[in-house]
């Protein structure tokens, strides 16, 4: 028998009632979604169809176990769509979901994590008891974690700010110790939001729980070498020697000029002179020539506290013809 379905449209006088169906008697249905063969013995006998629309039908072919899986499907050897080699395809799924599972793999989200990032103004090599401002300058990206909920600043293992949320900037004044001068961020940040897969479901591993992340910049504090020409007369305290040129280097150059007769290199007691090569004297050494003073043993750092050092003065009796060139070199006590 045939039987047209189609919405709206009325099935008369089909009465089952005295239909006894063998196994092998089929009706075909026609729809606007095509033909199907339909086994006549899963449709419940004695009952009369009339009024049949389309998602009428559907429940009662649903309810007849017609277009389900009426057993598990192991698959074996293949792969398709979601459907793995291995996997089962469970009992009652329908051929849409069996088309759907065939067609559509599922994709797990990608979760990135959070950045953190800090900028400092100040750079290169400071002398011990400078005082400076430093600014700093801090960037969160929270990408698929949370937003920031509380940021620290700290000098060393001094907390220099504690506040809620994010705090992006930080002026502080700093007064330069010998060493590592490290500042460092702690930003706490809240856990981020479930991401979905490529099928709209909810994928919870991987998700980016609530933590924080740290980052440190260092300004480097040292005590300044300092050297030059210093005209007729021998120094007689720390402030004369402050007063020439400064290096952190351990080898830099003085240039004698062709006026003074006295020079002056000073160091912390942490270095000693190694070598003063004249360039202009066929590399003469002449390191011998600069005498440690026992006149002057402390130099003043940049916040007037004195500092042990050592003092080496070369006084000649002339000066020289022409500004000479003396290659320093320091070494560690």
């Known amino acids: ?25 089929y009706m075909l249905l026609d729809s ?10 899963n449709v419940v006998a004695g009952k009369k169809l009339e009024h049949v629309a389309n998602e009428d039908l559907k ?24 459907i793995e080699d291995g996997s089962t395809i469970p009992v009652g799924t329908s051929i849409n979901d069996f088309l759907k599972m065939a067609s559509q793999k599922r ?9 953190l990032s800090m900028a400092i103004d100040q750079s290169g090599t400071k002398e011990v008891g400078e005082s400076v401002i430093v600014n700093l300058s801090t960037t969160y990206n929270n990408n698929d974690a949370g937003a920031a909920n509380r940021t620290r600043y700290y000098l060393g293992a001094s907390v220099i700010e504690d506040q ?34 490529n099928l709209g ?59 003074d007769k006295v020079f002056v290199i000073a160091v912390p007691t942490t270095k000693v002179l190694d070598t003063v090569i004249d360039q202009d004297a066929l590399n003469a050494n002449i390191t011998a020539s600069f005498v440690l003073s026992a006149t002057v043993t402390t130099v003043p750092d940049a ?12 006084e000649n009796a ?7 060139r003396l290659l320093i070199t320091l070494k560690n006590a």
């Open 201 to 259: 479901d909810p994928w919870p591993a991987g998700q980016i729980p609530a933590g924080s992340l740290e980052v440190n910049r260092t300004l480097s504090g040292a005590f300044a070498h300092f050297y030059g020409a210093n005209g007729n007369t021998t120094p007689t305290d720390g402030a004369s020697v402050r007063a020439l040129s400064k290096s952190f280097s351990t080898s830099f150059t003085l240039n004698t000029g062709a006026t």
């Open 303 to 314: 916040s007037g506290a004195d500092v042990n050092y050592n003092v080496y003065v070369m």
């Open 32 to 41: 606007d979604k095509g033909t199907q063969r339909v086994k006549v013995k």
């Open 164 to 197: 809620s949320g994010l705090a992006t900037e930080k002026t502080h004044a700093l007064s330069v110790a010998e060493g590592s001068n490290t500042y460092k961020v702690v930003v706490d940040y809240n856990a981020g939001a479930v991401k979905n897969d």
């Open 59 to 82: 429940n009662k072919t649903d309810d007849a176990g017609i277009g389900v899986s009426t057993e598990e499907i192991q698959v074996i050897g293949t792969s398709i769509g979601a």
């Open 318 to 324: 002339v000066a020289f013809p022409s500004n000479h």
């Open 107 to 115: 994709i797990a989200p990608v979760y990135i994590a959070p950045t």
């Open 1 to 25: 028998m045939v039987v047209n379905v189609d919405t709206g449209e009325r099935v008369k006088d089909l009465d089952l009632e005295s239909f006894a169906p063998g196994d092998d008697e």
